[in-house]
């Protein structure tokens, strides 16, 4: 297999119908048998998401039997699974195993090259004629090819390939003469355990922007389902899975997103010393998170570790806007003896557009940190653009929500308060 690896902001849709065009054009190129077999082009992640390990609890299965089952029974009912790109098998296929004799090969004077060159001229598939080829009858309408079995599949057919005639005498040299033939694994580099026991492992790759927990939860429901089938003494574990640090990163931002609404809560009440005027601009909090949200599935943010720390940050910047309006509506009330209504009229004549100018200054501080080049500015760019439109919005609350809130919830202060 190979691997191909774009640049930091490449459009992966794009970037993959490209390398699937230019492998259709250096198909023709290649060998008869990769060209038959096909050539497939998927798309992943390059972390590894999870891993699964097929195992027998006893014992009782070898490894050439684990990593068959695991490549014709698992592997591709996992490609099939929502939110997976690819499946990488650590597992080897079934494979006809030659161990050369070299006492063998020094009597007979044969060597590897001979027996390299014997299979590969008696071990093809090629077609053996046709039948209703022209000329043909009359009424004859089909033509049928014929192909014979050219592919050499047991360990007795093996046995038989010819590896060379020896001149002194005209006797046949054949494989199992100068070899020891037997069915095993690809490659015996790779051993993989569980618990002691031979294991197969499949490594899980992630979808470019599938969801990481729920591509988790679909790969255990698929080897749940699987597992009903399993012979006897096969089980199957996850030893390896990153899906519980992304809940874990969620689970610890949530929480501190709590405890900074509740800090901010108090510290607002601290200060403004009255409930009505607390409550107006803790309202601005929700209103601005939740209009950020408006925006996300046009830019393509997802709800991640990044964009909820940009929310941590927003909570402490959102109520600033609304905070100025409230404390000029109080001034207008209490000192200028104004009605709510007008006090809050002429409150925003006086400080709309300072209201605006603070979170465009806002905006402009973040923004450009979402377009700096390379994987740092890919890393924090939706930190960034988050708490920006937080601000934009949070200055269109001061200016629509707040004002009204205003009107119906601040009144004057008593004399002697």
Same mark, same amino acid.
């Given at each position: ?94 494979s006809m195993r030659l161990w050369l004799k070299p006492d063998k090969l020094a009597q007979l004077g044969v060597t590897a090259a001979d027996i390299s060159a014997a299979l590969n001229e008696q071990n093809a598939q090629i077609a053996a004629g ?120 969620? $689970? ?7 405890? =900074? @609404?509740? !800090?901010?809560? #108090?510290? %607002?009440? &601290? ?78 004549? $006086? ?7 603070? =979170? @465009?200054? !806002?905006?402009? #501080?973040? %923004?450009? &940190? ?48």
């Amino acid at each position: 297999s190979m691997t191909v690896n774009f640049d930091v902001g490449t459009d992966i849709n794009i970037a993959a119908l490209d390398v699937q065009n230019r492998v259709g054009i250096a198909t023709p190129t290649l060998p008869q048998e990769v060209q038959r077999l096909g050539l497939t082009v998927r798309k992943r992640n390059p972390s590894i998401l999870m891993l699964v390990a097929m195992y027998a609890p006893k014992g009782s299965h070898n490894t050439t039997f684990l990593d068959n089952y695991a490549n014709v029974f698992i592997k591709d009912a996992l490609l099939r699974t929502k939110g997976v790109g690819d499946i990488v098998s650590r597992a080897d296929d079934f494979s006809m195993r030659l161990w050369l004799k070299p006492d063998k090969l020094a009597q007979l004077g044969v060597t590897a090259a001979d027996i390299s060159a014997a299979l590969n001229e008696q071990n093809a598939q090629i077609a053996a004629g046709s039948i209703g080829a022209p000329p043909a009858q009359k009424g004859q309408s089909f033509e049928y090819i014929v192909t014979v079995q050219g592919r050499l599949a047991t360990i007795e057919q093996f046995g038989n390939v010819i590896v060379k005639t020896r001149p002194a005498d005209g006797s046949l040299v054949y494989l199992k003469d100068v070899a020891r033939i037997e069915l095993g694994k690809f490659n015996y580099a790779n051993n993989s355990f569980v618990d002691g026991k031979r294991a197969a492992y499949l490594l899980v790759y992630q979808a470019p922007g599938a969801n990481a927990l729920a591509t988790y939860e679909n790969v255990l429901a698929t080897m749940n389902g699987l597992k009903k089938q399993f012979p006897a003494d096969l089980d199957y574990i996850v030893p390896f899975e990153a899906a519980s640090v992304v809940q874990v990163s969620i $689970e610890e931002v949530v929480h501190t997103l709590v405890e =900074a @609404l509740l !800090l901010v809560i #108090v510290v %607002v009440f &601290v200060f403004l010393q009255n409930w009505r005027s607390t409550l107006i601009p803790v309202l601005a909090i929700p209103v601005s998170i939740v209009g950020t949200f408006i925006f996300f599935i046009p830019l393509g943010f997802t709800i991640n570790t990044l964009t909820l720390f940009g929310f941590v940050l927003a909570i402490g910047i959102v109520v600033d806007d609304a905070i100025v309006v409230v404390e000029a509506v109080e001034v207008n009330i209490n000192e200028r003896k104004m009605s709510p209504f007008d006090a809050t009229l002429e409150a925003m004549r $006086e400080i709309s557009a300072p209201v605006i100018a603070i =979170a @465009l200054i !806002l905006a402009a #501080v973040f %923004v450009p &940190v979402g377009f700096i080049p390379g994987i740092t500015g890919r890393l924090y760019q939706q930190f960034a653009i988050t708490i920006a439109i937080s601000v934009l919005i949070s200055a269109f609350v001061a200016l629509s929500l707040t004002p009204a809130l205003c009107v119906l919830l601040l009144k004057p202060h008593e004399e002697n308060h």
